[in-house]
């Protein structure tokens, strides 16, 4: 069993490290991997702030902090006042980054419709409970 166990991980790491060789490539955008998660993350999620955001990316907030200075500069996102707490920050994409999420979305849709057919839903179905299993026993 530990022979299989240490089969999967490797494997999850190398698609992992596969996926983020591609994102750019998926997206057709100037922007970095970790830019693109956070556009993508406001997309889904409007009015964020930094520790919200770096609790989803499990990343410090210093690190995360500075990609939304590099999306501020670019006019992609734009911050507000939080009205639940007037000295905070929250952010949340502009015009142009709801462009470039939309971007997004449409090519992420179109690679996975791509993928897709390599597989059967058997094997998803079974992929998937395999890897909530994982997290579940990762997580205590």
Known sequence: MTLELKE?????????LSLQT???????????????EIINYLGENENQTVPQIS???QCSRQNIQIVINELL???????????RHQRSVIYKLSNIGYIVFKHNKKAHDSFLG???TNFDSQELQSAT????????????
């Open 129 to 140: 409970k395999t890897l909530n299993k994982l997290n579940e026993v990762l997580k205590k």
């Open 55 to 57: 609790h989803f990316k």
């Open 8 to 16: 999967l991980l490797e494997s999850l790491e190398q698609s992992y």
């Open 114 to 116: 791509e993928l897709s």
């Open 22 to 36: 591609l994102s750019s490539s998926i997206y057709d955008t100037q922007a970095n991997p970790l830019q693109t």
């Open 73 to 83: 500069t670019l006019g992609i996102i734009i911050k507000k006042t939080n009205p």
